[in-house]
């Protein structure tokens, strides 16, 4: 199957990594709560914006195949996150730290992975095949022109996330309109400076996400961006323009995070199309590719750990 494909990549990319995750390997577990805000009500029905505190799971992650990768390289880092409201519902998502995916669609998310991984006969990528690809497909190189912008993040609590994919939400109504999410940081934007790096261990991010946990909750304010009509709804390499309007539409808060790495995200994905009534996946075939991968990553790394 295509998922299995795009799942077999990553494999090659990253080498066997038994356990972990195929993407986002490296990360660790966290929880907190949200609550949603007036203005969302008046945009979807979806139950966990009804104000009270919804109980949240998160996992924040470097993006990669490799759970021994570094933290101090210049990549994507993931908040996932999975809620459960009140009335049973869940809602889950994976949220990255650039505003844009690198692929358009499932089947370059193959190819994309291939010509960077070591070709056996040389142990390297080909470089033909690289330029080849990435002549052909302009747009997958547009998240790396973002990230090589940014600093490496020095904290997953002041960071910001987005979902890239584009959602419909519905309102009490029946009215329908399309968004894209973010989750800003109440800390600010914060990165590192070269001086810095040079200090820090591979490994820093997890500690200092529990070292500034356990000074305090750690906030993010949850906003939606609302599509005009023309705006790409299918493609998740293009973002939509900067004068969209955005509506703050809730709080998340990060209270806990696991001592070690484990705890509950390890038994479970989270899969972007599992969302509430009121909240519905767009047609964006990136989008609607990701729950069978995830789920094949899962039982892959699950079957693992039972061995
Ligand atoms: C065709 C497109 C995609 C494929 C094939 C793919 C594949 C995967 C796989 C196999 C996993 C591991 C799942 C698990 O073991 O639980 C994963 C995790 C993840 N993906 Fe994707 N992905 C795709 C698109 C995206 C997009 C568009 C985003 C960003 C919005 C994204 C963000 C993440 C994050 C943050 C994680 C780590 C989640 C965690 O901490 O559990 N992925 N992806």
Request: glycine content about 10%; aromatic content about 8%.
């Amino acid at each position: 199957s295509l998922a299995e494909q795009q799942v077999n990549a990553l494999e090659g990319l990253a080498g066997k990594q038994p356990t972990a995750r195929r993407s986002g390997a490296k990360g660790l577990c966290a929880s907190g709560h949200f609550t949603g805000h007036a203005d969302a009500r008046a945009l979807t029905s979806a139950s966990v914006f009804n104000g009270d505190k919804v109980p949240v799971i998160a996992r924040f992650s470097v993006g990669g195949g490799n759970p021994k990768g570094t933290d101090k390289a210049k990549s994507v880092r993931g908040l996932a996150l999975s809620f459960t409201a009140a009335n049973g519902e869940v809602w889950q998502m994976a949220n990255i730290s650039a505003p844009i995916f690198f692929v358009k669609s499932p089947e370059d998310f193959v190819t994309f992975v291939k010509v960077r991984s070591a070709d056996p006969a040389t142990g390297k990528p080909d470089p033909e095949k690289l330029k080849a690809f990435n002549e052909a497909h302009p747009e997958t190189l547009l998240q790396g022109a973002y990230v090589a912008k940014q600093p490496v993040p020095a904290s997953y609590g002041a960071l910001n996330y987005w979902g890239v994919n584009a959602f419909e939400l519905n309102d009490a109504r029946g009215q329908s309109r399309f968004v894209r999410w973010q989750f800003v940081p109440e800390a600010g934007v914060l990165g590192l400076s070269e001086e810095q790096l040079k200090d820090l261990p591979n490994d820093f991010l997890a500690d200092e996400l529990r070292a500034r946990v356990a000074k305090a909750p750690v906030g993010f304010e949850f906003k939606l961006q609302l599509a005009e009509p023309g705006d790409n709804l299918l493609d998740p390499t293009q973002a939509w323009p900067d004068s969209r309007k955005l509506v703050s539409a809730g709080r998340l808060v990060i209270d806990k995070v696991e001592a070690m790495a484990g705890g509950d995200c390890d038994r479970i994905t989270f899969n972007p199309l599992i969302t509430p009534k009121g909240i519905k996946p767009s047609a964006d075939p990136v989008l609607n590719a990701r729950a069978a991968a995830y789920g094949v990553s899962l039982g892959r790394r699950l079957s693992e750990t039972a061995n």
